[in-house]
C-alpha cells in the first residue's frame, strides 16, 4: 500500500470513492443535505479537477493497493478573518477509506502524511468537521488527537 499526492488522472476514479462516501454520510443523516443531485459525480470531478488538484493550497493524498484506490484525504489552507492573530490553519474537507480496508492502519497513514503537509505549510491548526452521528469517526478523530471544539447546528424550516 502506498500513500501518494493524487494527480488529475486518478479523479475519475476517486469520483467513485466519493460516491461512497456520501452514500456513507447520507445513510447517518436523516436531513436530505447529503442526497446527491443528477450529475454530482460529474460536478464533482469537475470541480476537483479545476480547483483542487494542482493548486498551492489545497491538497489531495490517495491510497493505493494493488494499482487500484482504496482511501483518500482532501484539505486545504483556509485563512482566518483578519482580525484574529492567527492569519491561517488547515482544513480537512473529505477523509474516507473504503469500508472492507478501515481498522487496518491506512487512515492513519493517510493523517500523518497530511499533518506533514499541513506543517511543511507552517500551520498550527488542523479543523475538521464531523457529523454529530458519526460516533466511529469522531473516536478515531480524538484518537487522533482532534478535541471537541464547536458544535455546528442545524434548523429545518418548516
Ligand atoms: C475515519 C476513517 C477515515 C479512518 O480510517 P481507518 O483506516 O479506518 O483508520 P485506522 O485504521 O488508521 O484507525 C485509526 C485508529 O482509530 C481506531 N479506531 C478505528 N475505528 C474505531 C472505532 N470505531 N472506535 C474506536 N477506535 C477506532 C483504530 O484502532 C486506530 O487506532 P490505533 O492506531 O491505535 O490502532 C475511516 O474509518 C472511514 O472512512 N470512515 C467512514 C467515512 C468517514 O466517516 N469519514 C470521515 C467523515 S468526516
Known amino acids: 500500500?502506498?500513500?501518494?499526492?493524487?494527480?488529475?488522472?486518478?479523479?475519475?476514479?476517486?469520483?467513485g470513492l466519493w460516491d461512497k462516501f456520501m452514500e456513507y454520510?447520507?445513510?447517518?443523516?436523516?436531513?436530505?443535505?447529503?442526497?446527491?443531485?443528477?450529475?454530482?459525480?460529474?460536478?464533482?470531478?469537475?470541480?476537483?479537477?479545476?480547483?483542487?488538484?494542482?493548486k498551492r493550497d489545497s491538497v489531495m493524498f490517495v491510497a493505493e493497493k494493488s494499482r487500484a484506490l482504496i482511501g483518500y484525504c482532501m484539505a486545504h489552507v483556509e485563512k482566518n478573518k483578519p482580525i484574529f492573530k492567527v492569519k491561517k490553519y488547515g482544513h480537512c474537507d473529505e477523509f474516507f477509506v473504503?469500508?472492507?480496508?478501515?481498522?487496518?492502519?491506512?487512515?492513519?497513514?493517510?493523517k500523518d502524511t497530511l499533518f506533514d503537509w499541513f506543517k511543511s505549510r507552517r500551520l498550527n491548526y488542523v479543523e475538521i468537521g464531523v457529523l454529530a452521528l458519526n460516533f466511529g469517526t469522531i473516536k478515531v478523530y480524538r484518537h487522533w488527537g482532534f478535541k471537541d471544539h464547536a458544535h455546528n447546528m442545524l434548523l429545518h424550516l418548516q
Open 25 to 54: 454520510l447520507q445513510e447517518l443523516d436523516s436531513e436530505p443535505l447529503y442526497e446527491r443531485s443528477k450529475d454530482s459525480r460529474d460536478e464533482w470531478v469537475k470541480y476537483i479537477k479545476k480547483k483542487r488538484i494542482g
Open 98 to 110: 473504503l469500508e472492507g480496508y478501515r481498522g487496518k492502519g491506512i487512515g492513519t497513514k493517510l
Open 1 to 15: 500500500m502506498i500513500i501518494r499526492r493524487a494527480t488529475k488522472k486518478d479523479v475519475r476514479e476517486l469520483a
